[in-house]
């Protein structure tokens, strides 16, 4: 269905590492976002192809809250050839730090080679050079390759340009809403409905860990919500399993082999292993409490669920084989759909308390807990692929529409993921291959 | 409770006859103040639906977060019962669908819609109905009656909604 055009990466320059004198520290909240130029890209046969992948990277670097871009209309020098030394001073001048000078090159057989130089315009030198060949129409995933170098270069850390969201469609009233999946680029761009005329609702979807795979919820009128698995390539969508009751709330395991799922027997909810391929359910607790939204560590040695067996509803951790289940936040309010950031660090979750809805993190041991964001409804976080932004839906006053937002783990840098439609439950791939 | 019934028979039988009109040879001559009902056809099913919906009572209502069965939801659930044990809707099998208010995380909700859902039919069961006649469904907090986001609707959508499943409908 959606076709993966690999992407031909050449080194056509040798990469240099970074000086240590241009970095960003992303662990810091309120750090003034580092200068960067970036000019169109040069291009003799495409100009407007050059200009289209430069603002590609200026959205990507500005969004992330990191960098800068300054606006064309101050720049001095004009760049006509990357291969040339930059006038460094020229830059100095506006106020950027670093300068980001690239060309398009048309290979005649229908792909083009993206050439990127990264300067540092106060130490007067390059930082690194990194070269792309792509299909010509698959130029936008190339320019999101580019802004992860920059963010790579100057931070230290993989990026998480080139990854792709899927979240949940809604239209229609609130008494009766039709819920697809929707797959988009990062950056919102290339939305497409993956579930058009189905017969149930889509909810709570989910990436597998080589992201060719989704798991959702479909929730149905006349017989119990299931858990389903879709295909990206083929488009193929199929039931996982065949039990009476509803499955609900999964996640894949980190190694991709298995689904973790809830499962509601009697009134009761617990957390299992769902096997995608043989269909059964391997149960993990057997509490009468509620027991929802497991989601393990990327290790794989771990589980985090919600539960409500004290009394609210709070999150818990277990071994993955279910032994040693303990509480891991202990605040007012409840707290709901933990997921484990893929460096392993950190659980988010949506926190509830006094009418508010909160995104937060804590660490596993239940130390640390910091809240983010706040609104009348936010919930459902998601990492970015380098655990460092959180995707999450929110509603910012009752009755409202039901909006994707981001922000920075540093609770900086709240913004809005822009929809044709309005969108809840978003999910981020892992970063693309 | 028979008045409904009678009431509803009337209007249905005064549409029949609307319809009757229309299929008159003069075809020049078009009514258009009516929509066409094509085959009015008032079942048994119809009537009880009715009968559930209008007096027997299909909805019960449940605290914030909270499962078991007020006062007031059990005298609902008795006439369940009694309905349901009627020898006229002895056919007949039943879902109830349980709803959870906007307050809370999607799938806790659905956590919760199922619980509810599976209190009511205990209760029912409870009183003689047979289990293999109800089944039961979560919606969560997808499926409000009420839009609104107030404390009033969000009283509304905590409920549990029993509805007749049609037999010619009930592929499960």
Known sequence: MLRQIALAMTLAFAPVMASAQVEIDVTRGRTDPMPIAIPDYVSETDADLGGEISGVIETDLRNSGLLAPIGEEAFIENITNINVT???????????????????????????????????????????????????????????????????????????FDSRLVYVG???????????????????????????????????????????????????????????????????????????????????????????????????????????????????????????????SPRGDKIAFASDRGGSQQVYVMNADGSDQRRITFGQGTYGTPVW????????????????????????????????????????????????????????????????????????????????????DPAWSPRLN | ????????????????????????????????????????????????????????????????????????AQAVLRRQAAFMMMPENMDYNFRIAGNADERGTREYNLALGERRAEAAKSFLVGLGVSPARISVVSYGKERPIDPRSTPEAWAKNRNGTTTIIDPEMDMF
Not at chain 1, 203 to 213: A, H, I, K
Not at chain 1, 385 to 399: I, M, Q, T
Not at chain 2, 30 to 46: D, F, K
Request: glycine letters at 8%; aromatic letters at 8%.
């Open chain 2, 1 to 72: 409770m028979k008045l409904t019934k009678l009431g509803t028979l009337g209007a249905v039988a005064s549409m029949a006859l609307l319809a009757a009109c229309s299929t008159t040879p003069e075809e020049d001559i078009v009514v258009v103040e009516e929509p066409v009902i094509e085959e009015p056809v008032v079942s048994g099913i119809e009537v009880a639906k009715m009968e559930l919906e209008q007096n027997v009572g299909n909805r019960v209502f449940y605290g914030y977060d909270q499962y078991n069965l007020t006062a007031d």
């Open chain 1, 341 to 424: 950031s893929p460096r392993g660090d950190l659980i988010a979750f949506t926190r509830q308390h006094k009418g508010k809805f909160y995104i937060g993190v804590v660490a596993p041991d239940g130390s640390g807990e910091r809240l983010l964001t706040e609104s009348y409804l936010v919930e459902g976080p998601t990492w970015s692929p380098n655990g460092r932004v959180l995707a999450f839906h929110r509603e910012e006053y009752p009755g409202g529409p039901v909006r994707l937002f981001a922000i920075d783990l540093t609770g900086q840098n709240l913004r809005r993921i822009q929809t044709p439609t309005e969108a809840s």
């Open chain 1, 170 to 296: 809604e239209t229609g009233p609130k008494t009766d809403r039709k819920k697809q999946l929707v797959i988009m680029d990062q950056d919102g761009y290339n939305p497409q409905t993956l579930t058009q005329g189905l017969p149930y609702n889509v909810l709570t979807p989910r990436f597998s860990p080589n992201e060719q795979e989704i798991t959702y919820l479909a929730l149905f009128e006349d017989r119990p919500a299931k858990v389903y698995l879709f295909n990206i390539e083929t488009g193929v969508q199929r039931e996982v399993g065949d039990f009476p009751g509803m499955t609900f709330a999964p996640r894949f395991t980190p190694d991709g082999d298995r689904l973790l799922v809830s499962f509601a027997r009697n009134g009761n909810s617990d957390v299992a292993y769902l096997d995608p391929i043989s269909g059964r359910l391997q149960r993990l607790t057997s509490n009468p409490a509620i027991d929802v939204s497991p989601s393990m």
């Open chain 1, 86 to 160: 930059p006038r460094f001073a020229d830059w100095r001048v506006i106020g950027a730090r670093v300068l980001l000078a690239g060309e398009v090159v048309d290979l005649g057989d229908g792909r083009v080679q993206i050439n990127t130089r990264l300067w540092d315009v106060v130490g007067n030198q390059q930082v690194a050079s990194v070269a792309y060949k792509t299909p010509r129409e698959n130029w936008r995933r190339a320019a999101h390759k580019v802004s992860d170098f920059v963010y790579t270069q100057l931070t230290g850390e993989a990026g998480y």
